[in-house]
């Protein structure tokens, strides 16, 4: 993780188009903060990104075009509609529960 926040630091500049494969994958949750607001940052010096992601966290970013790929082929979602804000939402919200029923702890 550490070594992908030095490389978003250091190595990616404005201008750019950066093309980023599940970047969340060794990021705790407040390195995906920290990420998303350096992207922020190379996205206000005109920067683009692509990037295939998991994360809610990442999703989130204000403005982003977030393109479901599925057996239907590419469709354009809201945030608020995709499975991972959707399970993660649910989760955060009734984690008992789904524990419970995870786990089968009646």
């Given at each position: 993780g550490?070594?992908?926040?030095?490389l978003?630091?250091?190595?990616f500049?404005g201008?750019?188009?950066?093309?980023?494969?599940?970047?969340?994958?060794?990021?705790?949750?407040n390195?995906?903060?920290?990420?998303?607001?350096a992207?922020?940052?190379l996205?206000?010096?005109?920067?683009?990104?692509?990037i295939?992601?998991?994360?809610?966290?990442l999703?989130?970013?204000?403005?982003?075009?977030?393109?479901?790929?599925d057996?239907?082929?590419?469709?354009?979602?809201?945030y608020?509609?995709t499975?991972?804000?959707?399970?993660t939402?649910?989760?955060?919200?009734?984690?008992?529960?789904?524990?419970?029923?995870?786990l089968?702890q009646?």
């Amino acid at each position: 993780g550490e070594a992908f926040m030095s490389l978003l630091a250091h190595k990616f500049r404005g201008k750019g188009l950066y093309l980023l494969d599940e970047p969340e994958a060794a990021l705790s949750p407040n390195r995906q903060l920290a990420a998303l607001s350096a992207i922020h940052q190379l996205v206000e010096d005109k920067s683009q990104f692509i990037i295939a992601t998991h994360s809610p966290i990442l999703l989130s970013y204000p403005h982003a075009k977030i393109v479901l790929f599925d057996g239907t082929g590419l469709s354009e979602v809201a945030y608020e509609d995709t499975e991972h804000y959707a399970v993660t939402h649910d989760f955060l919200n009734n984690y008992r529960a789904r524990l419970d029923r995870l786990l089968d702890q009646d």
